[in-house]
């Protein structure tokens, strides 16, 4: 079973850091009791070896010299072992517990922004994961070139971009980084799709480098629509 999310710690549009915690889950805290737990076994366990340890070297010593028994010196030295094994599993059990801690809290992969949250507290973790998050300091856009005027894109040409919505104002600029080699079939480009020539039925994906002055006011506008001119 998932777990739950216990809590989210940033919000839509909130710039991150790699390594920033970003959501706790359900399993957090009762593993951590877990990870205390753990470590005051073994700090136990080195305690009772260091004792253990010293009078076995002792009774080795005396059992040598015939002043003790050699049942002294074996059972001394059979709790040591016992004492080694127990420590070899306790920070076994530990190292697995700190890998399910790892998974336990939703770290950024990544330097970037939180594009929408998924999952809220109280929900369990879904397939579609709990936030979308995305690098936004060097912002991209996707156009569908319609086949006939695939002649007129160039790697490195500068392209004017509008919003078709109006989700951004004015025009902002940027230049053709790649082009796709495979002719796809046309996604609807208008809003009368029938006034498309069939000539046109096919397009190129043709991938825009958008200018880093205009980053701060395209950031937050993942998924707009747009129109490209070149």
Same mark, same amino acid.
């Given at each position: 079973?998932?777990?739950?999310?216990?809590?989210?710690?940033?919000?839509?549009?909130?710039?991150i850091?790699k390594?920033?915690?970003?959501?706790?889950?359900?399993?957090?805290?009762?593993?951590?009791?877990?990870?205390l737990s753990?470590?005051?076994?073994?700090?136990?366990?080195?305690?009772?070896?260091?004792?253990v340890?010293?009078?076995?070297?002792?009774?080795?010593?005396?059992?040598?010299?015939?002043?003790?028994?050699?049942?002294?010196?074996?059972?001394r030295? @059979?709790? /040591?072992?016992?004492?080694?094994s127990?420590?070899? $599993?306790? #920070?076994?059990?530990?190292?697995? !517990?700190?890998? *399910?801690?790892?998974?336990?809290?939703?770290?950024?992969?990544?330097?970037?922004t939180?594009l929408?949250?998924?999952?809220?507290?109280?929900?369990r973790?879904?397939?579609?994961?709990?936030?979308?998050?995305?690098?936004?300091?060097?912002?991209?856009?996707?156009?569908?070139?319609?086949?006939?005027?695939?002649?007129?894109?160039?790697?490195?040409?500068?392209?004017?971009?509008?919003?078709?919505?109006?989700?951004?104002?004015g025009?902002i600029?940027?230049?053709?980084?790649?082009?796709?080699?495979?002719?796809?079939?046309?996604?609807? @480009?208008? /809003?009368?799709?029938?006034?498309?020539?069939?000539? $046109?039925? #096919?397009?190129?994906?043709?991938? !825009?480098?958008? *200018?880093?002055?205009?980053n701060?006011?395209?950031?937050?506008?993942?998924?707009?629509?747009?129109?490209?001119?070149?």
């Amino acid at each position: 079973m998932q777990p739950l999310v216990a809590s989210i710690n940033v919000a839509e549009g909130e710039s991150i850091v790699k390594g920033q915690v970003l959501a706790v889950f359900d399993t957090f805290e009762r593993l951590k009791t877990q990870e205390l737990s753990a470590l005051e076994l073994i700090a136990s366990l080195q305690d009772q070896l260091r004792i253990v340890a010293y009078e076995a070297g002792r009774y080795r010593v005396l059992a040598s010299e015939g002043a003790a028994p050699a049942s002294e010196r074996n059972q001394r030295e @059979l709790t /040591l072992l016992e004492l080694n094994s127990k420590l070899v $599993e306790a #920070r076994a059990e530990l190292r697995r !517990i700190k890998e *399910d801690k790892r998974y336990s809290v939703l770290v950024s992969p990544i330097n970037g922004t939180v594009l929408k949250i998924l999952s809220n507290p109280g929900e369990r973790v879904m397939p579609y994961g709990v936030m979308k998050v995305g690098r936004t300091d060097s912002m991209g856009a996707v156009v569908q070139v319609y086949e006939s005027y695939i002649g007129r894109a160039n790697l490195n040409r500068a392209v004017k971009i509008r919003s078709e919505n109006g989700s951004f104002p004015g025009t902002i600029t940027g230049r053709i980084i790649h082009i796709a080699s495979i002719v796809g079939e046309r996604q609807k @480009l208008s /809003l009368d799709p029938a006034s498309d020539s069939d000539k $046109e039925s #096919r397009t190129f994906a043709v991938e !825009i480098a958008i *200018d880093p002055t205009f980053n701060r006011q395209v950031r937050n506008l993942i998924g707009a629509k747009i129109v490209a001119r070149f």
